[in-house]
């Protein structure tokens, strides 16, 4: 047995478990050689250096399908086939690891930046948003709210809801003119593309809006919408669109009503009779 490893010595020369050699065994990646003379099973030094290979591969993050795929056909056109699909592989997950950290750096800003907002109300330009509505005040049941999700349920696929965990809500601009404060609507933002923009999207053209970012339970947000408006009419604004309630901190964020945090965005242009001020 001078030339030959157990399993647990072969395990011992690669750091890996004997578990591990099982396993490669049981799927025909390294059998170990029977010996005829007695019930030992052992491994060749030719063992050493295919068990390096698998590992080499493994390491890579390929697939022990795809190892054995190769290993029961091995020449230099599939190795170089195998290697480069896992280059692609790396390159696509590398792009969303930088997708998600970008987000998350996003998410964190706006999370540790907020109280410096709470309560001003300050004028910022935003870009044109496509999307569609989820009007819940024309649903009268658990059923037809059900329904309205599933019509829109090729939305919610490529939706912020999905993509950055973002909930809008909305007032409409003539409920706003009209004191209504409490008919609101989901928004679910697209990411659509820029010249082919499906007709039962509403775009929401770029725009200056009046916002403030607000704290405390839903209850308080009609009192947070008059003060806005009213605000709006003081300083020689008109409300030029539907509004965008951005939920940064919502009922799945926090048990806590008192932690809620909303940004309050409205649309404005600058009344016929005054100058736009800045």
């Known amino acids: 047995m001078k030339n030959k490893f157990l399993i647990g010595e072969l395990a011992k020369l690669f750091n890996i478990s004997s578990d591990t050699l099982r396993l490669y065994d049981r799927k025909g990646l390294l059998k170990p050689i029977q010996d005829t003379n007695n019930s030992?099973?052992?491994?060749?030094?030719?063992?050493?250096?295919?068990?390096?290979?698998?590992?080499?591969?493994?390491?890579?993050?390929?697939?022990?399908?795809?190892?054995?795929?190769?290993?029961?056909?091995?020449?230099?056109?599939?190795?170089?086939?195998?290697?480069?699909?896992?280059?692609?592989?790396?390159?696509?997950?590398?792009?969303?690891?930088?997708?998600?950290?970008?987000?998350?750096?996003?998410?964190?800003?706006?999370?540790?930046?907020?109280?410096?907002?709470?309560?001003?109300?300050?004028?910022?330009?935003?870009?044109?948003?496509?999307?569609?509505?989820?009007?819940?005040?024309e649903l009268n049941s658990e059923y037809e709210l059900k329904q309205a999700i599933k019509q829109k349920e090729p939305f919610l696929k490529m939706s912020s809801w999905l993509v950055e965990g973002q909930i809008y809500t909305s007032l409409a601009k003539s409920d706003m003119e009209a004191g209504i404060y409490n008919q609101f609507r989901y928004f679910i933002e697209i990411n659509s593309p820029e010249n082919d923009i499906p007709k039962q999207m509403v775009v929401m053209p770029s725009s200056n809006y009046v916002c403030m970012t607000v704290l405390g339970p839903y209850e308080d947000m009609v009192s947070h919408y008059e003060t806005l408006t009213q605000w709006i009419k003081d300083h020689g604004y008109v409300i030029a669109g539907d509004s965008i309630e951005k939920n940064i901190i919502d009922y799945d964020s926090s048990d806590s009503e008192e932690e809620y945090i909303s940004e309050i965005q409205i649309p404005v242009k600058i009344s016929d009779s005054d100058s736009f001020e800045t």
Do not use: C, W
């Open 40 to 137: 030992y099973r052992y491994y060749d030094i030719r063992s050493i250096f295919k068990l390096s290979r698998i590992l080499f591969l493994k390491n890579l993050d390929i697939s022990l399908r795809e190892i054995h795929a190769y290993m029961s056909n091995k020449n230099r056109e599939r190795l170089l086939h195998l290697l480069k699909k896992k280059d692609r592989e790396i390159d696509l997950r590398m792009q969303r690891l930088e997708n998600l950290k970008v987000k998350i750096t996003s998410k964190l800003e706006l999370l540790e930046n907020v109280d410096t907002k709470l309560d001003k109300i300050y004028i910022t330009p935003i870009e044109k948003r496509v999307g569609v509505f989820l009007n819940l005040k």
